[in-house]
């Protein structure tokens, strides 16, 4: 048994601005369900939603995630990064070096994402939404591959990536060194048990897994807080395959 990949959750400033942004920038539907909140339903094979979640924190640091985004050309990079600006979204230094071909944006509160150059082999069968780029170790690539039941596609020098057997995104991480953590990640996966009755198993499959509980005192009605082997926070939710 494995979970399914509910959604990737952002917390926002603005979760209705925030999610507006993202709407128009993929072509997604947004809806604001009474149980999920702000969530986009994809239009295309992704496989996961979008939940925008509220928060009164303030991004300081880079995410640990973020998009991957394909172009087919010069033209359509461009395009795709003319877009993104028009919606709001900004150019941003990382440490990228100027011989690199993609382009690093931010949306309008600050959470980065790239606009790969065409030609890139590893995402060449990818949509537009070529990968989920974590930062993360070999063992919590390997934590989400028996996690979520995604073959392993790319697993060399500490760098991991897996993928859906039914397309869509590849979600790496990139090894160490890791980043330094100074503070709760502003994204983070929420799963879905395969029925309601088997939360509570699959939270303990999990931990036999190799996560942890990080809040016991939660209230455990909607979703259930834990954090994979690298201390990234990510919730198992009390409906199944998107129902409540």
Known sequence: MSSQLFALCFHANQPLSLARFWSEFLGWEMTDDPHDGLTLLPSDDTGFRLRFLPTQERKVDQN???????????????????RALELGAQ????????????????????????????????????????ALACDGSQEVGYFWSRTLGFPLVWDQ??????????????????????????????????????????????VERLLSLGATRIDTDQDETDQILLADPDGNEFGVLRRAGGQT
């Open 64 to 82: 640990q995630m973020h998009f991957d985004l394909t172009s087919t050309s010069l033209e359509d990079q461009q395009q795709t990064v003319a």
């Open 91 to 130: 150019h941003i230094d990382i440490g990228q070096r100027p011989e690199e071909g993609h382009v690093v944006l931010a949306d309008p509160e600050g959470n980065e994402f790239c606009v790969i150059e065409p030609g890139n082999k590893f995402l060449a069968d990818c949509g537009f939404i070529g």
């Open 157 to 202: 020098d500490q760098e991991t990536a897996i993928r859906s057997p039914h397309g869509g995104p590849k979600i790496t991480w990139g090894g160490p060194p890791l980043m330094p953590r100074t503070g709760k990640g502003r994204l983070r996966f929420d799963l879905a048990p395969a029925a309601p009755d088997d939360r509570q198993t699959e």
